[in-house]
T-cell receptor, first 112, second 112 residues
Framework: ETGVTQSPTHLIKTRGQQVTLRCSSQSGHNTVSWYQQALGQGPQFIFQYYREEENGRGNFPPRFSGLQFPNYSSELNVNALELDDSALYLC???????????FGPGTRLTVL | SQELEQSPQSLIVQEGKNLTINCTSSKTLYGLYWYKQKYGEGLIFLMMLQKGGEEKSHEKITAKLDEKKQQSSLHITASQPSHAGIYLCGAADVAAGNKLTFGGGTRVLVKP
C-alpha cells in the first residue's frame, strides 16, 4: 500500500450537481496530483498542488478546481457535473514536485 | 503535446510464458514510469527509467529504455496469475512538475 488514501470510494451524482473528492497524501509528501481515468483509457492529468499552490494544470475546464491544505491533503471539486465526468478519479502524492508519484485507490464517480 | 502509444492493447498468455509490452513516445522521454493497475483500482508504481539504454529489474519484471529515449519495453518472465492487470507507461513532463502523460494501457490476462 502507498499510504495515499481517498474518499469516498464510490459516489453517484446527477447532472448539474457539485462534488468534492478528498485525498490524504503519504506522510512526508508535499505534492498532490489529480487524474481522471475514463473507462478503458489511461489517466488524464487534471492539476497538481505543491505546498498549497496550483503547480500545473491539464486540459480541463475551470469547473474543475482544487485545494491543498497545510497538512498537504487535497480536495478536488467539480461543479455543474456532466455525464462525461463519470470516471475513476485518482490522486497521487510525491515527496517533491518532480518526484515519483504514488497513487491512491481512486474514487469512482458516476453521473446520472 | 506528448503522446504515448502502448502495444499490444491486450494479451492473453499461458501461465509460465513470457510477455513483452511496448511503449512508444512521440517525443524524447526524460522520465518514463511503469505502473500496474488492477481493474478499477489505483496504480502501483513498478519502475522509473531516465537514461538512454537503462534497464531495471524487479522480481520477474524487466523494463528498458532505448538509447534514443523514445521507446520503452516491459518484459515479464515466466508469467503468473498475479501478473494479470493493466500495465500503464507514463512520461514525465519535467517542465510541469513531473505531471504524467499516460499511454492507453495494456490489459494482461494470465491463463492458469
Amino acid at each position: 500500500e502507498t499510504g495515499v488514501t481517498q474518499s469516498p470510494t464510490h459516489l453517484i451524482k446527477t447532472r448539474g450537481q457539485q462534488v468534492t473528492l478528498r485525498c490524504s497524501s503519504q506522510s512526508g509528501h508535499n505534492t498532490v496530483s489529480w487524474y481522471q481515468q475514463a473507462l478503458g483509457q489511461g489517466p488524464q492529468f487534471i492539476f497538481q498542488y505543491y505546498r498549497e499552490e496550483e503547480n500545473g494544470r491539464g486540459n480541463f475546464p475551470p469547473r474543475f478546481s482544487g485545494l491543498q491544505f497545510p497538512n498537504y491533503s487535497s480536495e478536488l471539486n467539480v461543479n455543474a457535473l456532466e455525464l462525461d465526468d463519470s470516471a475513476l478519479y485518482l490522486c497521487a502524492s510525491s515527496r517533491v514536485a518532480g518526484g515519483t508519484q504514488y497513487f491512491g485507490p481512486g474514487t469512482r464517480l458516476t453521473v446520472l | 503535446s506528448q503522446e504515448l502509444e502502448q502495444s499490444p492493447q491486450s494479451l492473453i498468455v499461458q501461465e509460465g510464458k513470457n510477455l513483452t509490452i511496448n511503449c512508444t513516445s512521440s517525443k524524447t522521454l526524460y522520465g518514463l514510469y511503469w505502473y500496474k493497475q488492477k481493474y478499477g483500482e489505483g496504480l502501483i508504481f513498478l519502475m522509473m527509467l531516465q537514461k538512454g539504454g537503462e534497464e531495471k529489474s524487479h522480481e520477474k519484471i524487466t523494463a528498458k529504455l532505448d538509447e534514443k529515449k523514445q521507446q520503452s519495453s516491459l518484459h515479464i518472465t515466466a508469467s503468473q496469475p498475479s501478473h494479470a492487470g493493466i500495465y500503464l507507461c507514463g512520461a514525465a513532463d519535467v517542465a510541469a512538475g513531473n505531471k504524467l502523460t499516460f499511454g492507453g494501457g495494456t490489459r494482461v490476462l494470465v491463463k492458469p
